[in-house]
């Protein structure tokens, strides 16, 4: 059966954790995502140890965000492990995103816009020109522009963004929560099924399934629910 596209964020406390929620979802979805927690504990060894013997594909949400030289010598030390995919912040600028491209050309870049946790109230003191949905929209396309492939946004901007940049790009939605489950921190939310009609290509989801008792059926699950509603 194929993997759903599904990354699980292994947003967890220690590597032995994050080890063995990978090996439990891996039959399930395409993805394991390592975020800054793990990282900045670990550092690259966890990249082995989270894709273990499955060589599942591993996301490197690192949300890289400083001037260009920096970014092209973090871009370029990461790129080593190999990971299919790495954030850096939009907001960082073109000339930075540019840099990250062409730093880890086997890398996939994906340029993440309005963090999914932030309200449209938060926008407007952060001093972003909103609503969010114009936000990510312009984000997004100055990201496309500056050579990002990928790019993350929540499931309430994919219809806007895929309309602004077209098919080819792939759109990577955190935020996702089941119907009835805690959207806990975020904010900009929808269900997994209302992602991928919208136009997600790979939906990320952490504690959903990694909070629960057997995170693996909960994989499972999701990833049925899913698989019905595109046959
Ligand atoms: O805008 C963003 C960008 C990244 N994230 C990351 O996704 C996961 C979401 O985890 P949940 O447990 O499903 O909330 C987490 O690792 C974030 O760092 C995001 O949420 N929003």
Known sequence: MTPAPIAVALDAPDLETAAR??????????TVKVGLELYLRYGPDVIASVRGASGVQVFL???????P???AG??????????A?????????????????ESAPHTQIAAVTILTSLTEGDLSRIGLAGPADEAVRRLAALSVEAGATAL??????????RAEVGPGIT???????PTGAATQDQVRVATPEQALADGADLLVIGRP????????AAAAAIAASLRRQVS
């Open 171 to 177: 759109l990577i939605t955190p935020g996702v929560r």
């Open 85 to 101: 995919i790495l954030t850096v912040h939009a907001a960082g600028g073109p000339a930075m995103i540019r840099a990250a491209v």
């Open 69 to 71: 030289n920096t970014v």
């Open 152 to 161: 993350v946004c929540s499931p309430n901007e994919v219809s806007v963004v």
């Open 61 to 67: 949400d690192l949300k890289l965000h400083d001037i």
């Open 21 to 30: 929620w990978a090996a439990l979802v891996t039959p399930h979805v395409s």
């Open 209 to 216: 399934i990694t909070g629960s008792p057997d995170p693996g």
């Open 74 to 83: 973090a871009a370029r030390a990461v790129s080593r492990l190999r990971p």
